[in-house]
Structure formats: structure tokens, C-alpha cells
């Protein structure tokens, strides 16, 4: 067994507000390293019940390699979800090598029970848990930003270097 290592701290690189997420991790496998990040949600459900159809969330990858970006989510019964990778096939978006910030959306409205590899009726589901993925080769990071949800899909677009300074910083002090 390893000793992996996942460290979060914020970063002053970011498309909008004061911070971005920063996710640094290391590994002593051999194999992919595969992390997860989820948002305290105290098994409270009801930001969901409004029954969004997306999930998007900023990532720049800084790294000289790509990854792999999917989003699973845990119903009141215990089954885990995958969300279908809009723009991608399947389930995982591909984070290209050395990219800025680029927007990855998730469908909420289009979810495969994990067991079976099957599309699932969630018409009724109850998320309890939600957790970014990423899967990558060896010891790297990626910095997040804007998680958003939304009822449709975005497309994925890489944003230029100065977004948050054109776009994001309403009040114009560069934050």
C-alpha cells in the first residue's frame, strides 16, 4: 500500500471572486491515482429537490499531462450515480495538458447506476452526496473554480487568461 497525500488550499489564480481551489496530491502507487471532493452536505438533500439538470465547475490544469474529470453522486438508498460528461462520451470529461481555466459540465438529468453500468431512473432520487472525481498518473494538481448549477447544458469552452478581469470582478479591484 501507498501513502497518498491530497492537499486543498485556496490560490489567488482564479476566474472570479478572491480564491480558487487549489488540489495538490500525491502518490507512491504504481497505478492511477483516483481522488474525490465533495462538498460538506450534512445529508441534507434539499438543494437538490429543485431538481437542476446540470453541473459545471471551472478546472485549470497546470500539469504536463491529461486527466480525467467525472462526478458521482450518492442517493438516501446508497446506490452511487455517474453523471454523463456533456460534450464527452460516457462519463469523464478529458482535462488536456497545461490548460486554463475550461469549463466542464455534468448532466444531473442523465445519471448510470455504477453497480451495473446502466442508465438509472432518478426521477425520485434523493442525492445525499455529490463528489468530484479525477483520475491521473502520478503526483499533480488542478485548481477549481466556479462550481455552478444550472438546468442545461454548457458547452466546454477554455476561457482566456484575463477572464476574471473582463467578466468577473464586479467592483473592478482586481478580485
Do not use: C
Request: proline share 2%.
Amino acid at each position: 500500500m501507498g501513502s497518498d497525500q491530497i492537499t486543498l488550499e485556496t490560490s489567488e489564480d482564479r476566474t472570479e471572486g478572491r480564491r480558487s481551489l487549489l488540489v495538490q496530491y500525491e502518490t507512491n502507487e504504481e497505478t492511477d491515482f483516483l481522488t474525490g471532493i465533495s462538498p460538506q452536505m450534512n445529508g441534507n438533500a434539499n438543494l437538490f429537490r429543485i431538481r437542476y439538470t446540470t453541473l459545471s465547475v471551472l478546472v485549470k490544469n497546470p500539469d504536463d499531462r491529461e486527466k480525467e474529470l467525472s462526478l458521482l453522486l450518492s442517493g438516501s438508498d446508497g446506490k452511487v450515480f455517474s453523471a454523463e460528461a456533456s460534450g464527452a462520451k460516457g462519463s469523464f470529461h478529458t482535462l488536456g495538458a497545461k490548460t486554463g481555466f475550461t469549463r466542464y459540465t455534468f448532466r444531473l438529468d442523465r445519471l448510470a447506476d455504477i453497480s451495473v453500468g446502466e442508465a438509472a431512473d432518478t426521477s425520485m432520487l434523493e442525492i445525499k452526496q455529490l463528489q468530484i472525481t479525477l483520475r491521473d498518473t502520478k503526483a499533480g494538481s488542478i485548481l477549481m473554480d466556479e462550481v455552478t448549477l444550472g438546468f442545461e447544458a454548457v458547452e466546454t469552452v477554455e476561457y482566456p487568461f484575463d477572464y476574471h478581469y473582463r467578466y468577473g470582478d464586479i467592483n473592478m479591484d482586481g478580485m
